[in-house]
């Protein structure tokens, strides 16, 4: 579980026992309920990671929403969202190994995330990452409910493929940008597992 959780998760628990103590019984459980329910979204299950070269990973858990042709300053490539609601794990991995080349914290609006324009205009963070291919981009974007994106990576660290990189609070949106030369494999309506199901494929170099 990520520590973070303990910080939302314990204090529902704490007032649930006090309810216990004074008989309200029917409020400690909804707090109880809730306290445990936190716990279960922070958790961070072990992933198997793909040791195949060229190997991109899905950077988060949920289901694709979105594959689409798309430029990015000026260099073709697509863009692949992906949704996670409440039950999903919300602990963002990167993509490929490579160098984190930047991260940019952008505010932003609190759209649903399976909506279209919540890639461009919801609350974010985008980061960089120079790889041996060639470089990638991927935004931890904020949802209706989730309202804090964080990243634990900073300019120019390095990243393993499959590599904790942040956590989004609460129901999100994780996008992901390659370029033309890279092969999507992953489908739309397809559910996957960060860090472990095979997003994409891309063994060329620029």
């Excluded at 409910?145 to 956590?167: D, P, S, T, Y």
């Amino acid at each position: 579980m990520v520590k973070e959780g303990y910080k939302f998760g314990v204090p529902p628990l704490i007032v649930g026992v006090v309810a216990i103590i004074l008989g309200w019984k029917w409020i400690a459980g909804i707090v109880i309920f809730l306290g445990l329910f936190v716990f279960y979204f922070f958790r961070d299950p072990e992933r198997v990671i793909p040791s195949a070269a060229g190997t991109v990973v899905s950077p988060a858990d949920g289901h694709v929403v979105e594959i689409v042709e798309e430029a990015l300053d000026g260099k073709p490539g697509r863009r692949v969202s992906i949704f996670l609601s409440i039950w999903d794990v919300h602990v963002q991995r990167a993509p490929m190994q490579g160098r984190v080349a930047k991260v940019e914290y952008h505010p932003g609006r609190f759209y649903a995330a399976w909506k279209s324009s919540a890639s461009r205009e919801n609350e974010q963070n985008v980061i960089y990452i120079d790889t041996p291919q060639g470089g990638i981009v991927f935004k931890q974007i904020a949802g209706a409910v989730a309202r804090r994106v964080l990243c634990w990576k900073q300019e120019g660290e390095n990243v393993a493929l499959g590599e904790r990189v942040g956590m989004i609070r609460f129901g999100s949106r994780v996008d992901i940008w390659l370029p033309a030369a890279a092969e999507i494999v992953a489908r739309r309506g397809q559910m996957l597992k960060g860090g472990e199901s095979v997003l994409g494929k891309w063994n060329s170099t620029n």
